[in-house]
């Protein structure tokens, strides 16, 4: 068994696996399309219950299926008998802040794998064999680095196409026990930064009317934690940002076509958040489970391959903690204290970047990147 970050590559047995075998089957219009005719060629006739049920779910399993698809082709400007145009990862430059360890590390090596030129930015060196990696040392946290490797980046390779924010810090302290410094630095990496590469590549993206951003944030942007008042609030931002910019490509510069994907994610298991701590109970594994970092690094490669804008809420139990303020309040007691989410930096450890001992991250195989 191979790993990453501790975490296994197959598919644990949890509700994201039910989900997904679920949606080929049970709530997939073409398998429940074949149940009334089974029964049809068993006898059956309009109409009989064993008929007309199964065709009023069948239509209404399609009428799911078909204004979810309508959405995506609506904020997409998608045409209803073409597809978008293939993506050239051979004309893509691909920049990756805090790539050097983690989920970008990752992200990095697997895009190199495909030929595509890949920019990291981080404090630290990348460690690995892609030659088409290009490190920058930048604190993305800094308008003027990033401002001045920017003006480098685009004088020896060009104007990148694609922007992935990745750079998170955490610093797992209780409100009183943050100091002025340690807040300052969660929403310099946490938000400030998306703001300064922004400024610094989208112009270009504007320009041409192409490119495609991620944003990385959490579920903890959606809910407030203990231990975690100043990473949930620049997570908040960062969600309130990317929002805002969609609507201003959309309004104020007229890039439609410049694609925005944000990442809710919830705990992922990198070195980030090493030491938090979660029930170890079948239950909890099952409903909330921790997301391996290639999952989430498969689910950003695809939505840069489908070159659609989206939003890409994992695992299966962040599309409802949106819903958790409309809860009341004893609900939304429970909900706290079924995760253990307020406890589980009790006794956490900062982890900065990739220790000494650990060599490179190893690309998502083609085994891996099938579902």
């Known amino acids: 068994m191979s790993e990453f970050g501790g975490s296994p590559v197959y598919d644990a047995f949890d509700v994201d696996l039910v989900v997904k075998v679920l949606a080929h089957t049970a709530f997939s219009p073409f398998f429940t399309f074949f149940i009334p005719v089974f029964y049809y060629f068993q006898g059956a006739r309009w109409p009989q219950p064993v008929i007309v049920i199964p065709v009023?779910?069948?239509?209404?399993?399609?009428?799911?299926?078909?204004?979810?698809?309508?959405?995506?082709?609506?904020?997409?400007?998608?045409?209803?008998?073409?597809?978008?145009?293939?993506?050239?990862?051979?004309?893509?430059?691909?920049?990756?802040?805090?790539?050097?360890?983690?989920?970008?590390?990752?992200?990095?090596?697997?895009?190199?794998?495909?030929?595509?030129?890949?920019?990291?930015?981080?404090?630290?060196?990348?460690?690995?064999?892609?030659?088409?990696?290009?490190?920058?040392?930048?604190?993305?946290?800094?308008?003027?680095?990033?401002?001045?490797?920017?003006?480098?980046?685009?004088?020896?390779?060009?104007?990148?196409?694609?922007?992935?924010?990745n750079a998170g810090?955490?610093?797992?302290?209780?409100?009183?026990?943050?100091?002025?410094?340690?807040?300052?630095?969660?929403?310099?990496?946490?938000?400030?930064?998306?703001?300064?590469?922004?400024?610094?590549?989208?112009?270009?993206?504007?320009?041409?009317?192409?490119?495609?951003?991620?944003?990385?944030?959490?579920?903890?942007?959606?809910v407030g934690m203990a231990r975690l008042t100043d990473y949930n609030a620049s997570k908040a931002a960062l969600i309130s940002l990317h929002e805002s910019l969609r609507y201003e490509l959309d309004h104020v510069y007229n890039a439609r076509s410049v694609r925005t994907t944000l990442v809710i994610a919830g705990h992922i298991m990198t070195p980030l958040f090493s030491s938090a701590r979660h029930p170890k109970s079948w239950l909890y594994r099952f409903f909330f489970p921790?997301?391996?970092?290639?999952?989430?690094?498969?689910?950003?490669?695809?939505?840069?391959?489908?070159?659609?804008?989206?939003?890409i809420y994992m695992p299966f139990y962040a599309h409802f903690v949106p819903l958790l303020h409309m809860f009341p309040s004893f609900l939304r007691d429970f909900a706290q204290w079924i995760t253990g989410c307020d406890y589980a930096l009790e006794n956490f450890v900062k982890v900065s970047g990739r220790r000494p001992e650990e060599g490179p991250a190893p690309a998502i195989s083609a085994r891996d990147k099938s579902d």
Not at 173 to 195: G, R
Not at 290 to 311: F, G, Q, W, Y
């Open 290 to 311: 921790s997301l391996a970092p290639v999952d989430v690094a498969k689910a950003i490669i695809a939505a840069l391959d489908e070159t659609h804008s989206r939003v």
């Open 169 to 222: 810090v955490v610093q797992g302290k209780a409100l009183l026990d943050l100091s002025p410094e340690d807040i300052q630095q969660t929403f310099s990496v946490n938000t400030l930064a998306h703001f300064w590469t922004l400024k610094a590549f989208l112009p270009e993206m504007i320009k041409q009317n192409a490119g495609h951003i991620i944003n990385v944030s959490s579920v903890a942007g959606m």
């Open 56 to 165: 009023i779910y069948n239509i209404a399993i399609s009428a799911f299926w078909f204004f979810k698809w309508y959405s995506r082709l609506y904020r997409n400007q998608g045409s209803l008998l073409f597809g978008p145009r293939r993506l050239d990862w051979g004309e893509q430059l691909v920049v990756i802040t805090g790539g050097s360890s983690g989920l970008g590390e990752l992200i990095a090596n697997t895009l190199a794998v495909r030929n595509v030129t890949v920019v990291v930015l981080d404090v630290k060196p990348i460690v690995t064999e892609n030659y088409n990696i290009t490190y920058y040392k930048c604190d993305v946290s800094r308008w003027e680095e990033v401002e001045a490797v920017s003006k480098q980046i685009v004088e020896e390779l060009g104007h990148p196409t694609m922007l992935i924010n």
